[in-house]
C-alpha cells in the first residue's frame, strides 16, 4: 500500500463524504473535515476526527488547516448537486460547484497539496448516445449541474498540467444506501435521492412518491439510471487516492457504477419489497434536466483500480438505506 498521508475531507459532514470519512479512517488514513453545515451534520463526524466548521472558498481558513493537519491530500465532495434547482438557480451551483472549488484548488497549489480527487457527476455526459456510457463519451451536460462539476474537472485537468498537483475526477452515478453498520447515511432534510425518497415514504414521512415522467423512451417508460451502493463508491475514492500517491504524474477521470441500469418503477417495487410497504406512485411531468437514461460503464475504475463492489445488489442497497432511516429518527431526538 502506498505511504498514508493527511487527508482533507471537504463536505466530510455531508452523506457521500462523510462515508469516505469512514473508509479513511477503517483503512488508517489520518484525516480532517472540513464542512459549512449547510446540507451536512456534525453528528456525522466521527469522534476523534478533526472538524473545521466554514467554507472551503476562505483562504486564510484553509492555510490554518493545512498547516494544522499537515495535509497532502484533499478529497472535495462540497457542493450543490440538486439538478432540478441548478436549472432554477443557476448562478449558485456556479458559485457552490465553480467558484469556490478553484478557490480551493488555487490554496492547494499554494500550500503544495499533492493530490485532489474531486467529486464529479455522470451529468457531465447530458444525455449520451452511448449505453452504457465509458469517460470518452462526449461531455454535454443539459442542465447547470453538469456544467459547474465539467468546469472544475477542466481546471483540474489545466492545473495538473502547469502544476505538482495531480488529480483524479470521479463520476459518479446515482448513489444510495448507507454505511452497513449504521455509522452514517442520507440525513438530508427534503432530499430528492428516489431511494431516500422511497424509503421515507415507506416509513409515513411522505405522502407517497412523485415520478417525474411515464414517457421515456425506456422500457417501462420511466427514467432509468445506474445506482452505486455509497459504501463502494467510498473505497473507490481511497483506491484513487493510493493510485495518485503511487503515480505522482498522472491523473485519471472514472466513472462510478455498476454498469446495471434500474428504471423509477424498479426502484419503487425494490422498496416495497424490502420494506414490505406499499408505496403511493403519483406521475407528474418530466422535470427539466433529467435525461431518460444514465447507466455507467465502469470498466477502467475496476481494471486500473482493481476495485471490486462489495454492495451491488439493488435489494441490498434499499435495505441500507431503509435501516439507515429507521436509526436517523434516533439520532435526531
Not at 450543490?80 to 497549489?109: F, G, H, M
Not at 448513489?175 to 421515507?200: M, Y
Not at 487516492?241 to 466513472?255: R, Y
Request: proline content about 5%.
Amino acid at each position: 500500500m502506498s505511504s498514508k498521508v493527511s487527508v482533507l475531507v471537504t463536505g466530510g459532514a455531508g452523506y457521500i463524504g462523510s462515508h469516505a470519512v469512514l473508509a479513511l479512517l477503517d483503512a488508517g488514513w489520518p484525516v480532517a473535515v472540513l464542512d459549512d453545515l449547510s446540507t451536512g451534520f456534525e453528528f456525522a463526524v466521527p469522534d476523534g476526527v478533526p472538524f473545521y466548521r466554514g467554507d472551503i472558498a476562505d483562504e486564510a481558513l484553509l492555510h490554518h488547516i493545512f498547516e494544522e493537519e499537515g495535509t497532502r491530500a484533499i478529497m472535495h465532495f462540497a457542493g450543490s448537486i440538486i439538478v432540478p434547482e441548478s436549472v432554477e438557480n443557476p448562478l449558485k451551483y456556479y458559485s457552490n460547484n465553480t467558484a469556490k472549488s478553484r478557490c480551493l484548488i488555487e490554496t492547494a497549489v499554494k500550500a503544495g497539496i499533492s493530490h485532489f480527487i474531486f467529486s464529479s457527476t455522470a451529468a457531465t455526459y447530458g444525455t449520451p448516445d452511448i449505453i452504457p456510457t465509458p469517460e470518452n463519451a462526449p461531455n454535454q451536460p443539459i442542465n447547470p449541474y453538469g456544467y459547474s462539476k465539467l468546469m472544475t474537472e477542466q481546471m483540474l485537468i489545466d492545473t495538473s498540467r502547469a502544476h505538482s498537483l495531480n488529480h483524479c475526477s470521479l463520476r459518479y452515478f446515482n448513489v444510495a444506501g448507507a454505511d452497513p453498520a449504521g455509522r452514517s447515511g442520507q440525513a438530508t432534510a427534503a432530499a430528492t435521492h428516489l431511494i431516500k425518497v422511497g424509503v421515507e415514504a415507506a416509513l409515513g414521512k411522505r405522502n407517497g412518491v412523485a415520478v417525474f415522467g411515464t414517457d421515456y423512451g425506456t422500457p417501462d417508460g420511466t427514467g432509468v439510471r445506474d445506482y452505486i451502493h455509497v459504501s463502494d463508491l467510498a473505497s473507490a475514492h481511497l483506491l484513487s487516492l493510493e493510485a495518485l500517491i503511487a503515480e505522482p504524474q498522472h491523473s485519471m477521470t472514472m466513472n462510478c457504477g455498476y454498469g446495471q441500469g434500474y428504471s423509477v418503477f424498479e426502484v419503487l417495487d425494490a422498496v416495497e419489497r424490502v420494506t414490505g410497504r406499499k408505496i403511493e406512485r403519483r406521475i407528474e411531468g418530466r422535470r427539466e434536466g433529467d435525461p431518460a437514461m444514465l447507466v455507467s460503464d465502469p470498466a477502467r475504475l475496476r481494471n486500473k483500480l482493481r476495485w471490486c463492489p462489495q454492495y451491488a445488489d439493488l435489494d441490498l442497497i434499499v435495505s441500507h438505506a431503509f435501516a439507515w432511516e429507521q436509526r436517523l429518527d434516533i439520532l435526531r431526538a
